[in-house]
């Protein structure tokens, strides 16, 4: 009987669709956010403006974070 040899590899790092979506989505939230502060600050503010703006941009730049992080991961586990 043969033994299968025993093959440590890394965690997987591929990425998948459904990661670029939500990258995707992430950095469109951020410009969405940037462009409905701006355009509220020429048309006047408001504070359904600023909220909106502001949570648009606060989320995408959070949910970027995520991401930042684990491209730093990534790259520091490939390092090894």
Known sequence: MR????????????????????????????????????????SGISSMTLLVGGGFLGLGCYRLKFVVAYFMERRKCSRR
Do not use: E
Request: hydrophobic content about 45%.
């Open 3 to 42: 033994r299968a040899k025993s093959t440590t590899v890394g965690p997987d790092y591929r990425i998948s669709r459904a990661d670029y979506y939500q990258i995707t989505v992430s950095v469109l939230m951020v410009i969405l956010g940037v462009v409905i502060l701006f355009r509220s600050l020429q």
